[in-house]
């Protein structure tokens, strides 16, 4: 008796629903699916029904609760009447504002200074010196879950508004003290960002080595302001979830110049062992060689007026720190003496080493482009990037379609480009996104004291005649 | 106390500006911007270790300073870059330097941006403001220009 | 303190612990004296919060996270490590998993120095001091995800923990049959994170080499366009002494990416247990951590194609506001506001009159905006850096303190170390760890907080050290099945 044979069927040819296409599609596929950027604005927010208080000024507490925002929490940034935000006056070389601050000064713009400190942010103003402004800040307490503010340590407390006082009003609350240094002698001490990395030690370990003539140079951006912000936004989360088990608030204090020790990596222990104070290493690397920045001959675009196309695109990252990697590299730049003398990882790591190593390196580079070094480099199978500038990255094709550089249509300024914002956290589930840049001063006040807080509009009239709001 | 970082050039005044990274460690001619002197000056880790010494007229010099002003005729400025009185300062964010708040009415991809002043105003009571920049009616000449630019084909996605 | 004689005919002859601190630290009494000064209300508020957050008294008081349970899973990078650092300062249990010849960061030392690394008291292995520092109470575990039996093990976790955290090139876990999409299924309410340099997925996704190398930090400061914005102009220094694009010296995009992923798993969490009931897949590069934190740049370039240019240790959006050379170092002094500008100015020209005069007269100088075109950058600093020459760091600081002026000193770290502020509130602590002995480290910010603050339980951790412990915790397997798996090189 014949059997009749049935065709196979293969498993991925069979239609299913769309989870079952999840599955089989292919890696790449699948993430572009689940984190696409079209999609942002479909999915839900994490922090929906958290209402938190910004009493911020410059970047480093605003941007803890620009993270909140980011992910979903409603925000009430508060700041002094008709002047705002120190920050706002901030601009490069003076030249690049949107305009309007607020109608009493129409000729002063925010600096795009202020940008991405206070995104999806609700902007109303306060005089806190003021004996009405107790009051108001006690009803904006009942409401919310929790206020960051970074005034002088007893300032809050003087103006009836400190931990101690909220504490009895709102059992819950969650209080934020971000400042430069925090209780101890050098607690009324004012802080910025520069000083964070001048004097916690980061920008002792930055720049090149004395011995080349170099100094240590600061980051570019205020890169202790943004990262001790973030990481205040791990407490406070931390300190929501608790909350949830026991309902009790809490304070956080929190100093920005620890954040830049905490960056420095081993150098704390290696000077509480063994006495090495770790010193700047320019643009090497003290632990992997080769594994670091070196000069081209050429820059990529030689005829662009704009001097930092012109003249400084020419510095490629080349990575090379394997075995492998490093005799492949040898061969290709034509020094596979180089190979012969530094077969070891060690042996490479040795400062002399190093400098023979990059200095044949930028010898072979000297009489070539940039692009042409990335691509002798990528060619033959090694990790090779271009140093990219600003110009660079917006037309990143990578960065445009995994949303990174986004247009969008701010609601007051118009058309504005958003920076990393959506994919700093890409979550499938609840994607962080921006809504608008920041708004002028006293956008909401009537959203917030009139809608929020109930006061009658002739009350907030009145405020706003004496100078409280 | 001898003034290093600054050479005040008394034959006219000119204040020449010597910035600290440049000239911490360094050794040659330094010409006024204000006039033709020279001075020679030695520098090391920020001391005069020797200068500034006033050259002979016409003598060749190394470096020009990057900025001078003149305290005594109101401050008149020799900004960098100026031909023969100062050296330009390249390191610049682009080919035209303004030190002032740029007017901006459009972003690099065509569309409007509120970058100049005056605005005119447009919050209500207390500074409210809604959530729309009305175009039409607070810049109007801005949209115009936009309707022509978006008729030209100049507005783009990126 | 006893006195000892060493002779130093080799360079290892010094490499002896150094006393800690050298003088001791404050007391509470005259911090007091230092509250005093602004007030009574001061004086007793900043009293009361020492009594409050105070740093000794962390280790009486509960933990945040108590409960959630992390595998970290990543190697090489700091990123992951600092992000489940966070994670396990404030309270979370955290294991990190390495391969069977342990995390290649392990073996990571300052110019190869073997001498600069620490040999534990159990198995005497080397570790260097970059994962020691960043190995805070963590559990070490090995596991070979490579062999598929090693991956049943890994599985069979999946239940048992919240959150996994991993940094394998782009679609390695998947085709190994641990990525998202298969351990969502074992266990929905599953947080996973990737951590990386430039995503996994885009034209410019990570990659490895020919060779398999990975793509380590600083990629994510190079493709962000971080490095081409720091450094100093060559108009102040020459192209190879410092006039070029600069690199960070910490792996400051791996930190950045870190606590970001830290914030989003966190946030992750809360969605979890308050609205969804279930996990979900997070995706956070290097590169894109910190262009978020690049202040306005790629914006400004969208604004005005300005390509943001390298200023070197001066900012070019605020006036003062940089460090410039003085008699011992560099000084920091900042002051953006009138207020701050006009007591600088009275300030030095206690010391140098013609400070003042320069300063003050000049109509360029008077608006605040104004001060920060760069022909006003170049003078001020001039003439700040004229003042500074003659004097020492701690004198700088002190006439500018009497001012109210947020001035320091750029510190070394040995500098760090010693600082009477730092001492006093323990930025920098020895921790008596039972495998590596005393050690210097620096402790977390998180650590001052009224109810849950963070802390630090050890540091470092032998190679597989917890494998019987936490083998037969979660998964029931004992010490002679343990053994075997090590033979047949699963674990």
């Known amino acids: 008796m014949r059997e009749k044979v049935k065709p196979e069927i293969k498993f991925e040819d069979i239609p299913g629903p769309e989870e079952l296409e999840l599955e089989k599609m292919p890696f790449e596929e699948y993430c572009r699916k689940i984190f696409d950027p079209k999609k942002t604005f479909e999915k839900p927010e994490a922090l929906k029904g958290i209402r938190w208080l910004s009493c911020t000024m410059y970047i480093f507490t605003p941007h803890s609760v620009s993270n909140l925002a980011e992910l979903g929490a409603e925000c009430i940034k508060i700041e002094m009447p008709r002047v705002g935000d120190p920050m706002r006056h901030t601009s490069p070389f003076n030249e690049a504002y949107l305009y309007p601050l607020h109608d009493t000064r129409p000729l002063t713009g925010t600096g795009l200074g202020f940008m991405n400190a206070n995104l999806n942010e609700y902007f109303i103003t306060l005089d806190y010196h003021r004996p009405e402004a107790r009051e108001i800040v006690y009803n904006l307490v009942r409401m919310s879950d929790g206020l960051t503010e970074c005034y002088r340590p007893g300032t809050f407390y003087r103006w009836g ?309 | 106390m001898t003034l290093t970082e600054i050479i005040w050039c008394k034959y006219c005044n000119t204040v020449n500006y010597l910035d600290p990274y440049t000239f911490w460690n360094w050794k040659g001619k330094v010409k006024c911007a204000g006039c033709d002197r020279v001075y020679y000056v030695h520098i090391i880790q920020g001391f005069y270790y020797e200068g500034p010494k006033e050259m002979p007229p016409g003598e060749p010099y190394d470096i020009m300073p990057l900025y001078a002003d003149k305290p005594l005729d109101g401050y008149e400025r020799f900004r960098p870059g100026t031909p023969g009185k100062t050296r330009p300062y390249t390191c610049l964010p682009r080919e035209i330097y303004l030190g002032k708040a740029d007017v901006v009415k459009f972003s690099i991809r065509g569309r409007p941006v509120r970058g100049w002043a005056p605005q005119p105003p447009s919050s209500g009571l207390a500074g409210s403001q809604g959530f729309k920049w009305d175009i039409e009616k607070l810049a109007p000449d801005v949209w115009k220009e936009y309707q022509v630019k978006l008729r030209k084909g100049e507005v783009r996605e990126w | 303190m006893t006195k000892e004689e060493i002779e130093i005919k080799d360079p290892k002859d010094v490499l002896r612990p150094r006393p800690w601190p050298v003088t001791p630290p404050a007391t509470l009494e005259e911090a007091k004296e230092i509250y005093r000064k602004r007030g009574p209300e001061a004086l007793d508020y900043v009293v009361w919060l020492e009594e409050i957050l105070g740093y000794e008294k962390r280790f009486t008081k509960p933990e945040a996270l108590t409960g959630i349970r992390v595998l970290d899973v990543g190697i090489w990078r700091l990123s992951n490590a600092f992000c489940s650092s966070l994670l396990a300062e404030l309270g979370a249990e955290v294991i990190k998993i390495e391969p069977p010849t342990g995390d290649p960061l392990r073996y990571l030392t300052p110019f190869g120095r073997e001498e600069y690394m620490l040999r534990d008291n159990v198995k005497g292995e080397l570790c260097g001091l970059e994962f020691i520092h960043e190995m805070r109470n963590k559990y070490s575990v090995t596991l070979n995800l490579e062999h598929p039996e090693g991956r049943e093990l890994f599985k069979k976790l999946i239940p048992q923990v919240d959150i996994v955290i991993e940094n394998y090139p782009p679609g390695y876990f998947d085709q190994l049959g641990i990525g998202y999409r298969q351990l969502s299924k074992i266990n929905p309410r599953l947080i996973y994170c990737w951590i990386g340099i430039l995503g996994q997925w885009g034209p410019m996704k990570d990659r490895v080499s020919k060779f398999g190398q990975w793509m380590l930090e600083p990629f994510g400061q190079v493709a962000c366009s971080f490095v081409h914005n720091t450094g100093y102009p060559p108009d102040f220094l020459p192209r190879g002494s410092g006039g070029d694009p600069t690199r960070s010296g910490a792996y400051i995009a791996d930190l950045v990416a870190g606590e970001q992923a830290a914030v989003n798993i966190l946030a992750a969490l809360w969605y979890r247990d308050e609205v969804s009931g279930k996990g979900q897949f997070i995706e956070v590069t290097a590169a894109e951590a910190l262009m978020e934190i690049l202040d306005f740049d790629i914006s400004w370039y969208a604004f005005n194609r300005s390509i943001k240019a390298r200023t070197g240790s001066w900012d070019p959006n605020l006036n003062q506001y940089a460090w410039n050379p003085c008699k011992d170092g560099y000084m920091m002094i900042g002051g953006q506001s009138d207020r701050l500008w006009y007591r600088i100015g009275m300030c030095i020209s206690r010391d140098f009159p013609q400070f003042e005069r320069l300063i003050s007269e000049d109509p360029l100088l008077k608006e605040m905006a104004a001060r920060n075109a760069l022909e006003a950058l170049i003078k001020t600093y001039t003439l700040t850096t004229m003042w500074l020459r003659n004097i020492t760091r701690d004198q700088a600081e002190e006439k500018l303190m009497e001012y109210e002026i947020a001035a320091g000193p750029l510190q070394y770290l040995d500098e760090v170390a010693e600082y009477y502020h730092f001492k006093y509130r323990k930025y920098i602590d020895i921790i008596e760890d039972e495998y590596y002995g005393p050690i210097l480290y620096c402790t977390p910010p998180l650590a001052y907080q009224h109810r849950t603050p963070a802390r630090v339980k050890w540091l470092g951790r032998p190679l597989g050290i917890d494998n019987e412990h936490i083998y037969s915790k979660y998964l029931g397997i004992g010490p002679t099945q343990l053994r075997e798996l090590k033979e047949k090189g699963i674990i």
């Not at chain 1, 964070?196 to 302001?225: C, M, R, Y």
Request: with cysteine; charged share 25%; aromatic share 14%.
């Open chain 1, 161 to 469: 508004i400190g931990y101690k006082q909220l504490m009895e009003i709102n059992p819950r609350f969650i209080y934020v003290w971000g400042g430069g240094f925090g209780y101890g002698p050098k607690v009324f001490g004012g802080s910025y960002d520069i000083l964070g990395q001048a004097q916690g030690g980061l920008a002792s370990i930055t720049g090149f080595h004395e011995d080349f003539g170099g100094h240590p140079v600061k980051h570019t951006n205020w890169v202790i302001d943004w990262y001790s912000g973030t990481m205040i936004t791990v407490g406070i989360l931390a300190a929501l979830y608790w909350r949830r088990k026991t309902g009790l608030g809490t304070m956080i204090e929190f100093s920005q110049v620890h954040c830049s020790t905490r960056a420095c990596g081993y150098g704390i222990p290696l000077y509480g062992r063994f006495g090495i104070v770790r010193q700047r290493w320019g643009n090497w690397d003290t632990q992997l060689c080769v594994h670091g920045i070196i000069r081209t001959g050429k820059s990529d675009y030689p005829d662009d007026p704009n001097p930092q196309l012109r003249e400084e695109a020419r510095y490629v990252m080349v990575s090379a720190f394997q075995d492998q990697d490093f005799r492949e590299l040898c061969y290709v730049i034509g020094r596979p003496d180089l190979w012969e003398k530094y077969k070891t990882h060690k042996e490479r790591l040795k400062p002399e080493a190093q400098m023979e190593i990059y200095g044949a390196l930028e010898q072979w580079a000297a009489d070539k482009t940039r692009s042409e070094v990335v691509e002798i480099l990528t060619n033959a199978g090694l990790l090779a990037m271009p140093v990219m500038n600003d110009k660079e990255v917006y037309e990143c094709q990578h960065f445009r379609e995994r949303g990174t550089i986004r247009w969008i249509e701010d609601p007051i300024f118009g058309d504005v480009l958003v920076q990393g914002g959506f994919s700093v956290g890409m979550l499938s589930e609840t994607p962080r996104r921006v809504r608008w840049v920041w708004r002028p001063v006293g956008a909401d006040n009537i959203r917030v004291y009139h809608e929020l807080l109930g006061y009658p509009i002739s009350k907030i009239k009145e405020w706003y005649e004496k100078g409280i709001i």
